[in-house]
C-alpha cells in the first residue's frame, strides 16, 4: 500500500537558518505529492504541491521537487521566519485514490 | 460559511457512550472526507463522500464508526460504544475538485474517552 515516510522532529532552529525536511513515499501507482501546514490554532492548510516528476512546488518561500528516481520530496526553504513555526504534513494522492496519506508530521519551532 | 465547520471543537465522553461528530463543508464542494489524528500518528483516512455516497470506508477501523452525509453537506461520524483507543482528533476537509488532491480542512474535534 501506499505510504509516506518524513524527518522525525521537532526541529528548532534559528531565524534565518536553512531548512530541509525529508520526505520518501512508496505508492502503487503515480501519486501527486503535497506539503501541508498546520500553523498553531488553525486547522491543515495545502503549503505546495507537484503533480509528476521534476516538477517543483513553490509556496511562501518554501520548494519541493517531485524526485521520482529516489522517490522523494524534501522540503526547503532558504531563511526561515518565526512565523514558519509549525507542523509540516508531506502527503501523497495516488492516481484514482481519492484520499490523501499523510506522513507523521514534523513540528517545527524557530526561534529569532 | 467561508471554511470547513466543525463541532463540537472538544468532547469528553464516557467509555461505552455513543459520539456524534459534525461536519460543516465549503459551500459546493461535492467532495467531503474524514480522517484522524492520533497522538504521535499522521492523519489517517477513515471515508470519503462523493455527494451524498461513501464509495471509499476502507479506512473506518470497526463495525462501531459509521458517517453519512446528507444533501450533499452537513456530514456526522458517530463513533458507538466508545473505547479509550477512539481518543483522538477527528478531521474533516472538503474539496471542489476529485482527485486533485487538494482538501481544505477544519479545526477538528479533539475527542476524549475516559
Known amino acids: 500500500g501506499d505510504s509516506v515516510t518524513q524527518m522525525e522532529g521537532p526541529v528548532t532552529l534559528s531565524e534565518e537558518a536553512f531548512l530541509t525536511i525529508n520526505c520518501t513515499y512508496t505508492?502503487?501507482?503515480?501519486?501527486?505529492l503535497f506539503w501541508y501546514v498546520q500553523y498553531p490554532g488553525e486547522g491543515l492548510q495545502l503549503l505546495l504541491k507537484a503533480t509528476k516528476a521534476d516538477d517543483k512546488g513553490s509556496n511562501k518561500g518554501f520548494e519541493a521537487t517531485y524526485r521520482k528516481e529516489t522517490t522523494s520530496f524534501h522540503l526547503e526553504k532558504g531563511s526561515v521566519q518565526v512565523s514558519d513555526s509549525a507542523v509540516y504534513f508531506c502527503?501523497?494522492?495516488?492516481?484514482?485514490?481519492?484520499?490523501?496519506?499523510f506522513g507523521t508530521g514534523t513540528r517545527l519551532t524557530i526561534i529569532p | 460559511g467561508a471554511g470547513v465547520s466543525q463541532s463540537p471543537s472538544n468532547k469528553v465522553t464516557e467509555k461505552g457512550k455513543d459520539v456524534e461528530l459534525r461536519c460543516d463543508p465549503i459551500?459546493?464542494?461535492?467532495?467531503l472526507y474524514w480522517y484522524r489524528q492520533s497522538l504521535g500518528q499522521g492523519l489517517e483516512f477513515l471515508i470519503y463522500f462523493q455527494g451524498n455516497s461513501a464509495p471509499d470506508k476502507s479506512g473506518l477501523p470497526s463495525d462501531r464508526f459509521s458517517a453519512e452525509r446528507t444533501g450533499g453537506s452537513v456530514s456526522t461520524l458517530t463513533i458507538q460504544r466508545t473505547q479509550q483507543e477512539d481518543s483522538a482528533v477527528y478531521l474533516c476537509?472538503?474539496?471542489?475538485?476529485?482527485?486533485?488532491?487538494?482538501?481544505?480542512f477544519g479545526q477538528g474535534t479533539r475527542l476524549t474517552v475516559v
Open positions: 476537509a472538503s474539496s471542489f475538485q476529485q482527485g486533485s488532491g487538494l482538501a481544505f
Open positions: 459551500s459546493g464542494h461535492t467532495a
Open positions: 502527503a501523497l494522492s495516488d492516481f484514482g485514490n481519492e484520499k490523501l496519506t
Open positions: 505508492a502503487t501507482g503515480y501519486p501527486s
